[in-house]
């Protein structure tokens, strides 16, 4: 059968076609993208501004069309961090709902991790034992850690690249004081967390998924997009403290001419790469490996959980 997921998230609406089948790897069939950066479309009081959210209808719909033009059986629609903590997400999900037919599923930070755990942990199978997964979106971090496919520990932190670029780092290239602050601000709230997970021993294998991650390890020297699915990527503690001062002292127009890195995606670089950097200190991490799979193919892989065995 073909199965859309419909993800809103904080920077993307992103419909993902893929062919699946109980007991099998879902394959990709067709992608439709659009960037709406609704973490950065929040008025002073929190809310989806009224262009923001005649936008995200719009491309709703759009989505929506494209999925029935790709013969998608069914599409399952969820939103994240930016949705989840608008202070009108109510009235957003109301218009979305009536003028599109979309019932958006608004995912909690704990299932976005859960979710996101589960896809990893299919990835790459039980023999890579003990699973630590991080995950950078634009409007949260998520961590997950455990054995099984469900997670023992999963926490949702407000540090998504979008958000504290938007809320903390002001200037292009930033001035040093704000990416000061900004580190201090990363490893409390992150060092806050490490006990929950540092009683639970240590993982065998600590992986990352999002666009934040691949493209770090992109311009520390890993394989390129075209390389395939399959290639091995990998994303160094040492390489990212290369990198962070020199992102830091960069433009957002001279971060997008790095290997890897789009011109939507540049100006979050750094927000990124400070907590990425900052997860893979507090938590002893020196090497991570990149996973393809993420939050979207972990909603797939529920669903065809729940279909009845044929």
């Given at each position: 059968?073909?199965?859309?997921?419909?993800?809103?998230?904080s920077n993307t609406v992103h419909l993902l076609a893929v062919d699946a089948h109980r007991g099998a790897r879902p394959l990709p069939a067709y992608s439709h993208k659009a960037e709406l950066r609704l973490a950065e479309l929040l008025d002073e009081d929190g809310a989806i501004g009224p262009e923001g959210v005649d936008r995200l209808v719009a491309t709703i719909a759009d989505a929506v069309r494209a999925a029935e033009d790709k013969g998608c059986e069914d599409v399952l629609p969820f939103a994240t961090s930016a949705v989840r903590e608008a202070t009108n997400a109510d009235h957003v999900l109301a218009r979305v709902r009536a003028e599109t037919g979309v019932d958006l599923q608004v995912l909690s930070g704990a299932d976005e991790a859960r979710l996101t755990f589960l896809a990893a942990r299919r990835w790459f199978g039980w023999s890579a034992g003990r699973l630590l997964v991080l995950?950078?979106?634009g409007g949260s971090l998520e961590i997950a850690y455990g054995m099984d496919e469900a997670p023992d520990a999963a926490v949702s932190l407000p540090l998504g690249a979008g958000r504290l670029t938007a809320g903390r780092l002001p200037g292009d290239?930033?001035?040093?004081?704000?990416?000061?602050a900004l580190r201090r601000h990363v490893r409390a709230e992150i060092a806050r967390t490490v006990g929950?997970?540092?009683?639970?021993?240590?993982?065998?294998?600590?992986?990352?998924?999002?666009?934040?991650?691949?493209?770090?390890?992109?311009?520390g020297g890993s394989a390129r997009s075209a390389d395939g699915l399959y290639a091995r990527r990998e994303l160094s503690r040492?390489?990212?403290?290369?990198?962070v001062p020199?992102?830091?002292?960069?433009?957002?127009?001279?971060r997008a001419d790095l290997p890897g890195v789009s011109i939507g995606r540049a100006p979050q670089l750094l927000a990124g790469a400070l907590v990425a950097e900052a997860a893979m200190d507090l938590f002893d991490v020196e090497v991570l490996e990149i996973c393809p799979w993420a939050l979207r193919e972990g909603v797939i892989l529920r669903r065809l959980d729940r279909l009845p065995a044929p």
């Open positions: 059968m073909r199965l859309g997921v419909l993800d809103v998230g995950d950078i979106g290239p930033p001035e040093r004081t704000d990416v000061r929950e997970f540092s009683r639970l021993g240590g993982p065998d294998h600590t992986v990352a998924t999002s666009k934040t991650f691949r493209q770090l390890a992109r311009i040492s390489s990212l403290e290369e990198w020199k992102l830091a002292d960069m433009t957002a127009e001279q």
